[in-house]
């Protein structure tokens, strides 16, 4: 594979940029749909979604009219001091889904962490209470209210402190686990805390992924959840949902709480939020909502036109059944593939977790700590964009309308690498390229 052309940018790129991750010598030349081209026109099927920002794949035409048909009347004016038609239609669809069916309003902002900052000034104003809860391995941002409440890894707190005070971790219990544990002990050590030095009268709010996703995408167990959701209603404690990463029809159902069956006091979105362009919002009861205006809580570009009309334009894609039919579709052919992925490599994969369309593939890296990389670089070499979360899991989350046949193919690629990874078929001098979490 020639790369020639990649390359050289990347070699630019530690001059003027930031570090970022780097997991394979890349840049993107176009895309579109489910496939990226690169510098050197080689062409990869995208297992990654741009993070799960791109729901319905790169350039969607019908997106992408939306969006040139907005530009050419105006590209955005602040919402903090002039309206549009864009963002209140956007928001009025938005909040006509929320679980439950209750009256609930908008704060937009710009990214999913901005989304979470904005949740827990909402918290703290409403309540009058300052502490928080949130639960060990999730991630909800890098904006300091964000960060504050994550706990994936400390890579990304490393000298940053301090952090927000009054935070308050307890662990997370997934699906894995059997009913009768996560009867027993899901929020015993919660119940403790709020007996012993946690006063439940003084929390604001919980924050949750109910599918936690740097986690190695791991959904709550549902005994867990309800268990959880009781405590809060029973404590005036928000129960806010952190579903910027599966939101927007990832897990199935347009919020991943849907699940569950309950209804959160708030919902955090971002990423697909945009359908391609920054955008973040912060849904919650409309009571809420009131509690804070401008200056109190507004960005300049929040809620902007160009990404109004996507987001709307989305919007109507995803409540289409022509997107229903193909979504019901590829989640029975996606689950499917993983699982027969998993029973065709039983001493690489040692166990994969799936909902909808998002898939962690755990790898057995205990003979060898760089196995899951040599797996991804490979599969980049055949054509296919994935990466990992939580050190050994392949994240794997194609665009929810992805082709049929990318699709499988996408699945044989990773097979493929696998195999050749068991062959001894990959280098170690793959790992110079290696910049991951």
Same mark, same amino acid.
């Not at 912060?282 to 909502?289: D, G, H, M, N, T």
């Given at each position: 594979m020639k790369i020639d052309k990649c390359l050289k940018v990347l070699g630019e790129k530690d001059n003027f940029l930031m570090r970022n991750f780097q997991y394979f010598p890349l840049v993107v030349k176009e895309a579109k749909g489910s496939i990226i081209t690169d510098?050197?026109?080689n062409k990869f099927i995208d297992f990654l979604s741009s993070a799960s920002s791109l729901n319905l794949g790169n350039s969607n035409q019908i997106i992408n009219k939306a969006i040139i048909n907005q530009l050419n009347k105006f590209s955005q004016?602040?919402?903090?001091?002039?309206a549009n038609e864009q963002v209140i239609e956007y928001?009025?669809?938005l909040t006509s889904v929320y679980p439950g069916g209750i009256k609930a309003k908008v704060s937009f902002a710009n990214s999913g962490s901005e989304a979470n900052d904005t949740a827990i000034k909402f918290a703290r104003a409403y309540t009058g209470r300052q502490k928080l809860i949130s639960f060990i391995n999730g991630y909800h941002g890098s /904006?300091? @209210?964000a960060i504050s409440i994550s706990s994936c890894t400390n890579k990304m707190k490393n000298g940053l402190g301090p952090f927000l005070?009054?935070?308050f971790f307890f662990p997370f219990y997934g699906n894995d686990i059997n009913d009768e544990v996560a009867e027993r002990e899901s929020t015993k050590d919660l119940e403790e805390a709020f007996e012993k030095y946690l006063p439940p009268k003084e929390v604001a709010a919980v924050f949750i992924e109910v599918v936690q996703g740097d986690a190695g995408i791991l959904p709550a167990h549902p005994i867990f959840i309800k268990k959880l959701y009781n405590l809060c209603k029973k404590n005036g404690i928000l129960f806010i949902l952190?579903?910027?990463?599966?939101?927007?029809? &990832? /897990?199935?159902?347009m919020f991943s709480i849907e699940h569950? @069956?309950?209804v959160p006091d708030g919902i955090t979105l971002g990423k697909s939020l945009g359908s391609g362009l920054v955008g973040s919002a912060?849904?919650? &009861?409309?009571?809420?909502?009131d509690k804070i205006g401008v200056p109190g809580q507004v960005f300049t570009l929040m809620g902007n036109a160009l990404t109004s009309a996507a987001g709307i334009a989305a919007f109507n894609i995803y409540y289409s059944k022509e997107f229903q039919d193909i979504l019901e579709k590829n989640i029975k052919l996606f689950q499917k593939l993983g699982n027969n992925l998993k029973e065709n490599q039983p001493e690489v994969i040692t166990k994969v977790r799936s909902i909808g369309m998002s898939m962690g593939i755990e790898i057995n890296d205990k003979n060898d700590s760089n196995s899951t990389y040599k797996i991804i670089f490979r599969c980049y070499e055949k054509g296919l964009i994935l990466v990992s979360i939580a050190g050994n899991i392949l994240r794997v989350q194609p665009p929810l309308n992805i082709e049929k046949e990318n699709l499988e193919k996408g699945f044989n690629i990773i097979n493929e690498a696998i195999n050749d990874y068991k062959n001894g078929k990959i280098s170690d001098e793959v790992l110079k390229y290696k910049q991951t979490w």
């Open positions: 510098l050197d026109d004016y602040c919402i903090g001091y002039i928001a009025k669809l /904006t300091y @209210g005070p009054e935070v952190d579903d910027v990463q599966h939101g927007f029809f &990832r /897990t199935g159902k569950y @069956g309950i912060f849904l919650a &009861r409309s009571e809420i909502i």
